[in-house]
């Protein structure tokens, strides 16, 4: 290899005469002297064609010289950037005569070449010092870490290999990040072989994320401003091992020395985030030794408009296919070319036709063969591509020494006929894009017309408006050539043209029996849903309703309205049109406006589900997740001591008078509930701190016993008091309490049970006995203060109230003239003892008081089971069907506190199903975070039918990001 430069090329070059008026330039001395006008002679620097004229002149010098100096000639055409000429040969006696060349030629047109580098030292012996690139004192300098700077990359002569030698600036702990600051860092990596593509293609696809980004009002995120925190923990990671780029060292020789054949094989590949190429030289000499080296590679971040994989894929062969074609340009060989995907999808659209294909693909496929013709197209697995590094970017230090990036993959250096085998081609692989071919005069091909054409567009304005076009385009080109001019914008004649000519293609479709007997005079078909109508073909060719109104004074199109089938795509898309044009009206509203022209058939149940299914309208009144009620838990059916599990509630506030003449004070009620026989508990709390629901809750089981279990709603004032109530057993089984409290205290306590956040509805029980003891209430003192005796007084009656309410309906038993109520349960028990043994089968004569009184609680219990508990089979509310719930889906949260369309929306994130896999609560991933929250507080969006819709719920999807 050997480099040089030219020597002040620019002002090596004289313009002519007539042209040195056009560089003058103002010039004086001193401050005191006048100022002068002088002529630049030669091309000036930093004017704009100084460039093209530097090189033009050099280029032209070769050109004239050619027959003299033929080497220095070829390098100058094509080894030659700006002033720098980089060259080489095979052998120094090639070389020697090279440098002779030049240094002659060079001379002849007044131009000196100095910083003189080459990888032999032979070939620079007789070379002054002072016109070396690296020199000493006194000789050519043999540090191997001198280098020379060429293109962007540094070059060291003495072991011949590239390094990179970027100026990356260090970054210090608290240093705010901005969109700014980022770009000008990864504007220095400046990579113009692509060697570092694939760890370089994570900074371009970090940028393109940096794009998307929005401040804390939603809008876009200005140059400087502060970057997110976590954004910011991923740049610096990434930023603190750019620095290992200039430790990479390249071989600069990429053909194994006498060579016998060599090859090029290219690899693509693509993600959602990017897409790229890679090029690999692979030669082998007559020892049938094989070196196969990376020698560029190109990478592109995808477009933020969502493209289908197969697509992208088809993007990343076509820069395969560029860049192949640009190496062919410079190595002036034509070599024999493997291009390698691992998309077989490509492959397939590479094999047949272009113009089968759908326009995006047709395209691109025709390019990729135009420059490909006579190259090889395989298939190689993923996991064998290291294409594939490129989309998903890897870390500066995972490309230090990845011999897959580097060296491509093993098989490369074994023997061609260990290649990749190519997998056979499925005729469907791809077919989703062909293009669709329209055969007239057929009543399915009609149909296939109809629906693929309406399907093209995203709204009823956009296909009328098209169509309006085309129709005026087929008018046209039946003219003659002269007359065929006509620039002006559609008129309503046009518009309703073309409206027309879309209905009479819908009725042809769908009342195609119809429409033949009309147009012969016949009657109806006996099953045609237009039978009730009397209708008639006119004048342009559509069906419209008789009717009996044609005597009224209103318009002809509402008295004749145009019959439409309410299922067709054609109806769906007007009706969405008029609803947008209403203002979203609702299905009354919409139905009424759109039968003033049109009559679509079934039409009330098709505008309900318009209606109900678009985002906005869905989003102001939304639909409630409705889930399979679930088994009652074993608390509920499960034989117990009364009061063991209980549920706990507050309700208020109710105001007392602590003495008269003195204001009145709030208060509340804390509920307690026993789960298995409803029995209620009352207790008067003053306000609603922990402290006071802690004393609630000792007089509660100083009176009922101590439960095993307390379940409660998500109330921050029952989540203090768990943690109290945790802290206190914590204390009690120190070793310092042992001698003090009993066994049972130091190893029982209570066990909590929280219902999910914003679920009141998983406390039904609780709920149900709060609605009923604040009705006796109201009843009673209504808002009136009374004094805390009286309403304790009261409370108390109130409990007996409720405990006295059956729980069943009248036994079928005629001695038995008592219902069963929670009273048969709370009488007689000890509030610590448990059931005593079954004597259900002893003689009464047999037991004593005590046993007589067990065997009238136990007859209760038989009850229970027998009367109350089987009542509990039924689903009396939510027995559908469960709703399958999926990861991914976008919902609307519901808060009770806030307008519909102000709810927030989050993708279900994960899901957490009972103990019949019935997914009732799940995790919700929202723009303020993760939250847990029941189904039926959950809104699902509904589907979209059209891309409109599609459009309208990334929208609203990207508000999450």
Request: net charge positive.
């Amino acid at each position: 290899m050997l480099v040089s430069d030219v020597e002040k090329m620019f002002r090596q070059i004289n313009l002519s005469p007539e042209d040195r008026p056009l560089q003058c330039i103002l010039w004086r001395a001193a401050p005191g002297e006048e100022v002068e006008v002088y002529e630049l002679n030669t091309v000036t620097y930093g004017t704009k064609p100084a460039p093209f004229l530097a090189t033009r002149t050099l280029k032209q010098l070769a050109t004239e010289e050619e027959g003299r100096f033929p080497l220095a000639a070829r390098a100058a055409n094509e080894d030659t950037y700006m002033d720098d000429v980089i060259t080489g040969s095979d052998d120094v006696e090639t070389a020697l005569e090279m440098r002779f060349q030049l240094d002659k030629m060079m001379s002849r047109g007044g131009f000196k070449l100095r910083k003189w580098a080459s990888n032999c030292p032979k070939v620079l012996d007789d070379i002054s010092p002072e016109d070396l690139a690296i020199r000493d004192s006194e000789e050519v300098s043999l540090d191997p870490t001198a280098s020379v700077k060429t293109l962007g990359l540094t070059w060291l002569p003495k072991p011949d290999v590239l390094r990179f030698q970027f100026n990356i600036p260090e970054l210090e702990e608290d240093t705010k990040l901005s969109k700014r600051q980022i770009l000008s860092v990864i504007a220095t990596l400046f990579d113009p072989l692509g060697l570092l593509g694939a760890a370089i293609t994570t900074a371009k696809i970090f940028m393109q994320r940096l794009w998307t980004l929005q401040d804390e009002n939603g809008g876009k995120l200005e140059w400087d401003q502060p970057l997110p925190s976590t954004v910011g923990e991923v740049w610096k990671k990434y930023h603190a091992q750019l620095p290992l780029f200039n430790t990479i060292s390249i071989e600069r020789c990429v053909i194994i020395p006498g060579a016998t054949s060599v090859e090029i094989h290219c690899f693509s590949a693509a993600s959602e985030k990017a897409f790229g190429a890679c090029l690999y030289l692979r030669s082998q000499n007559s020892r049938k030794e094989v070196l196969v080296r990376l020698l560029t590679s190109k990478s592109k971040v995808s477009p933020l408009k969502c493209q289908t994989i197969p697509r992208l894929e088809l993007c990343g062969a076509l820069l395969a296919a560029q860049l192949y074609e640009k190496v062919q340009d410079s190595i002036k060989m034509k070599l024999k070319t493997y291009f390698w995907t691992d998309s077989t999808c490509v492959l397939r659209w590479l094999l047949a036709t272009p113009t089968i294909w759908v326009t995006y693909v047709a395209n691109r496929v025709a390019k990729i063969q135009t420059i490909t013709e006579g190259c090889f197209w395989g298939h190689v697995p993923g996991v064998e591509n290291p294409a594939d590094l490129i989309p998903r970017g890897i870390s500066p230090e995972d490309i230090l020494e990845n011999n897959f990036w580097w060296n491509g993959p093993s098989w490369l250096e074994a023997d061609p006929t260990r290649y990749p085998k190519q997998p056979e081609n499925s005729a469907e692989i791809g077919e989703e894009e062909r293009r669709h071919t329209i055969v007239a005069n057929s009543a399915a091909s009609l149909a296939a017309f109809n629906e693929n054409y309406f399907k093209r567009f995203a709204s009823y304005t956009d296909v009328i408006r098209r169509t309006a076009y085309w129709l005026r385009l087929i008018k046209l080109l039946r003219k003659p050539r002269h007359e065929r001019r006509d620039g002006s914008f559609l008129s309503t004649a046009q518009l309703r043209e073309s409206e027309y000519t879309l209905v009479r293609r819908v009725q042809e479709e769908m009342f195609a029996e119809e429409w033949k007997a009309l147009r012969k005079g016949q009657h109806m078909p006996a099953k045609s849903p237009l039978r009730w109508y009397n209708p008639y073909l006119s004048k342009d060719g559509i069906i419209r309703v008789g009717g009996r109104i044609s005597k009224s004074e209103e318009a002809d199109d509402a008295k004749h309205p145009i019959p439409l089938p309410a299922r067709h795509v054609f109806t769906r898309m007007l009706l969405k049109h008029y609803h947008e044009r209403l203002l979203h009206a609702g299905p009354q509203l919409l139905l009424g406006t759109v039968r003033l022209r049109y009559w679509p058939l079934g039409g009330r149940d098709v505008v309900r589900q318009i209606v109900h299914k678009f985002l906005r309208c869905f989003r102001v009144k939304p639909t409630r997740i409705q889930q399979f009620m679930g088994e009652l838990p074993a608390s509920r059916v499960t034989v117990s001591r009364p009061f063991s599990r209980a549920g706990v509630h507050y309700f208020g506030p109710v105001y007392l008078r602590p003495a008269p003449r003195r204001p009145a004070v709030k208060a509340y009620v804390a509920l307690f509930i026993c789960l298995c026989i409803k029995a209620v508990h009352l207790e008067l709390v003053s306000d609603l701190s922990t402290d006071r629901f802690l004393q609630a809750l000792r007089r509660f089981v100083a009176r009922r016993g101590k439960c095993t279990d307390i379940f409660s709603d998500n109330g921050t004032n029952f989540v203090g008091a768990r943690n109290k109530l945790r802290e206190f057993l914590i204390l009690l089984n120190d070793k310092t309490h042992r001698e003090v409290v009993s066994t049972a205290y130091a190893t029982e306590g209570i066990q909590w049970h929280f219902s999910p956040p914003s679920a009141p509805h998983l406390g039904d029980i609780w709920e149900a006995a709060v609605r009923s003891a604040k009705k006796h209430l109201l009843k009673v003192i209504g808002e009136n203060p009374v004094s805390p005796e009286d309403f304790t007084t009261l409370l108390v009656q109130v409990e007996r109230c409720l405990n006295s309410r059956p729980l069943t309906s009248m036994s079928e038993d005629p001695n038995d003239l008592e219902p069963l109520t929670p009273s048969h349960f709370l009488v007689g028990a000890s509030l610590q003892a448990l059931p005593e043994p079954n004597l259900e089968n002893v003689q009464l004569n047999r037991l004593n008081k005590w046993q007589l009184m067990q065997r009238k609680l136990q007859d209760f219990w038989r009850r229970w089971r027998r009367e109350y508990l089987c009542q509990l089979q039924a689903r009396t509310k939510r027995w559908k069907p469960p709703v399958q719930i999926e990861v991914g889906k976008l919902v609307v949260i519901q808060d009770d506190n806030l307008p519909p369309m102000r709810w927030r929306m989050g993708r279900i994130h994960k899901l957490h199903p009972g103990d019949d896999q019935v997914v009732r609560v799940v995790t919700v991933k929202t723009a303020g975070g993760m939250l847990t929250r029941p189904v039926e507080k959950l809104c699902i969006l509904p589907l979209p039918d059209s891309d409109a819709d599609v459009e309208a719920e990334d929208n609203l999807s990207n508000s999450l990001v």
